[in-house]
C-alpha cells in the first residue's frame, strides 16, 4: 500500500495545487512520512529480512542454535508493526489533506500523532534502546567466531544493506526516536492555527521527555550490568591471606564465619573507574580503582593465563572484563567519610621519583590512619580527575 503510493503520487504536482498557506505545512508532513518509509524499508525491514530471517533459517537447521536473537534485534518485529502501522495511517491522513479519495473517514493528524506516540512508537523504541548496548557488547562477544562471522559477512554483501554494516542498522531506531522531535516541530512551525501548532509542540515534548527517561534508564542499566560482571570477577581475600599478621591455625579458620561480600557493590551505583599504579614495598603494581556512591575499592588485576600480554594503561574495564581478568581487594572497602586524600607536590615527587602520584590514607574512627597507598597516575590529567 505505501509503496504503490509513493509509485504512482507525484508530491510536488499535488502540493503546487494548494494555496501557500498550506504548501509549507504539507512538504513538512511529507518529510514526515517520506523519512518514516525510510526507516522502515531501509532499515528495519533489512534487519528482520535480512539478518534475522536468516538466523532464523539457520537455527532451523541447527546453525547457530546457541545465538540468543532476543539479545541481538531485541523487539525487532515489533517496531516493524509500529512503523509500518504508523506510515499506514499517516498516509491516510496525507490523502485526505490532499483530497485524494479514501474509504471511509479516519483520524485526523492531531489525534493520529497523539495516539501513535502515547500509546505505541516510544514505549516501543525504550524498549529496543534499553536493550542496545547489550547488543552491541554481545555482537562483540560473538564476532570472533568463523561460523557467526560467516553469517554477518554473507548478510551483508546483501545489496539491500547498501554497503552498511550489522552495527549501523542496530543503531537506526536510537537515531529515529531523536529524529521525531525535530520532524514534529518542523510541522508545528507551519500550522494552520496557534492551537495545532501548540498541540504538535506537545507532542514533540513528549518525544522529548521519553528520551530523557531512556537516559536515565540507559545509565542505570548501564552501571547495574557493569556492576553485575564486575561482582562475579571481584575476588574477596580471607583475613589471614589479607593481613600476614593475621595467623589463624587450619583447625580454626572454620570458626570464622565466611562472609560473603559478592552481594556488597550489588545495589551500588559506580561513579568513576580507572587503573593506576600503586607503589608497594618499592615495587610497582597495576591496581584498578572502583569509586562507588559510599565507598572506594583498591584491587589488584589478575590477568587470564590465556592472555598473558600486558594490557595498555588506557585499558577500559569492559575489555579488561571480556579478557576474563579478575580483580582481588587490597586490605578493605575505604568508606568515603574514612578516606583522606593528599596530593604529593611536584618538588617531593621528583625527589622520590613518584610524578604525578598522590596518597591515599584510610583512617578509623579515631581519626587514626590504619592503611596508606601511594599511588601513579598516567598522566596529571588523569590525576586531577
Known amino acids: 500500500m505505501v509503496l504503490e503510493f509513493l509509485r504512482d503520487c507525484d508530491s510536488s504536482q499535488l502540493m503546487s495545487d494548494c494555496d501557500p498557506q498550506d504548501y509549507k505545512r504539507q512538504e513538512a508532513l511529507w518529510e514526515l512520512f517520506t523519512s518514516e518509509c525510510v526507516y522502515f524499508l531501509d532499515q528495519l525491514m533489512v534487519l528482520k529480512e535480512v539478518f534475522l530471517a536468516t538466523l532464523t533459517n539457520l537455527q532451523m537447521r541447527d546453525y547457530l542454535s546457541d545465538v540468543d536473537t532476543w539479545r541481538l534485534f531485541a523487539n525487532l518485529n515489533e517496531l516493524c508493526l509500529v512503523s509500518f502501522g504508523f506510515l499506514t495511517s499517516l498516509l491516510h491522513v496525507i490523502k485526505e489533506s490532499w483530497k ?48 557467526f562471522g560467516s553469517y554477518v559477512k554473507w548478510c551483508e554483501r546483501n545489496q539491500e544493506c547498501r554497503r552498511l554494516q550489522l552495527r549501523d542498522l542496530l543503531v537506526a531506531p536510537l537515531q529515529r526516536l531523536t529524529r521525531y522531535p525535530l520532524l514534529l516541530r518542523n510541522v508545528g512551525k507551519r500550522s494552520r492555527t496557534e492551537e495545532e501548532e501548540s498541540a504538535l509542540q506537545s507532542v514533540a515534548e513528549q518525544v522529548d521527555t521519553s528520551i530523557c527517561d531512556l537516559e536515565g534508564k540507559v545509565k542505570w542499566l548501564d552501571n547495574y550490568q557493569k556492576v553485575k560482571l564486575l561482582r562475579d570477577a571481584l575476588v574477596w581475600l580471607p583475613v589471614w591471606e589479607r593481613d600476614k599478621r593475621a595467623f589463624i591455625p587450619e583447625n580454626l579458620k572454620h570458626l570464622l564465619k565466611a562472609v560473603t561480600l559478592e552481594n556488597l557493590i550489588a545495589h551500588r551505583c559506580l561513579l568513576h573507574e580507572g587503573k593506576l599504579v600503586l607503589t608497594e614495598n618499592a615495587k610497582l603494581h597495576d591496581v584498578y580503582l572502583f569509586l562507588f556512591d559510599d565507598f572506594l575499592l583498591i584491587t589488584k588485576i589478575k590477568r587470564n593465563k590465556k592472555n598473558p600480554l600486558r594490557l595498555p594503561q588506557n585499558q577500559e574495564l569492559d575489555q579488561l572484563l571480556k579478557e576474563g581478568c579478575t580483580f582481588t581487594v587490597l586490605d578493605q572497602p575505604i568508606s568515603l567519610d574514612r578516606l583522606q586524600l593528599r596530593s604529593v607536590d611536584q618538588l617531593n615527587a621528583a625527589a622520590s621519583g613518584l610524578s604525578q602520584s598522590f596518597i591515599i590514607m584510610h583512617q578509623n574512627r579515631y581519626q587514626q590512619c590504619i592503611a596508606a597507598f601511594i599511588l601513579q597516575a598516567p598522566s596529571e590529567a588523569v590525576k586531577v580527575q
Open 100 to 147: 485524494m479519495p479514501v474509504a471511509g473517514a479516519g483520524p485526523t493528524l492531531l489525534e493520529l500523532l497523539h495516539k501513535a506516540i502515547q500509546e505505541s512508537i516510544c514505549h516501543c523504541l525504550q524498549k529496543y534502546c534499553l536493550n542496545y548496548s547489550t547488543a552491541l557488547f554481545y555482537l562483540d562477544s560473538l564476532k570472533h567466531r568463523e561460523d
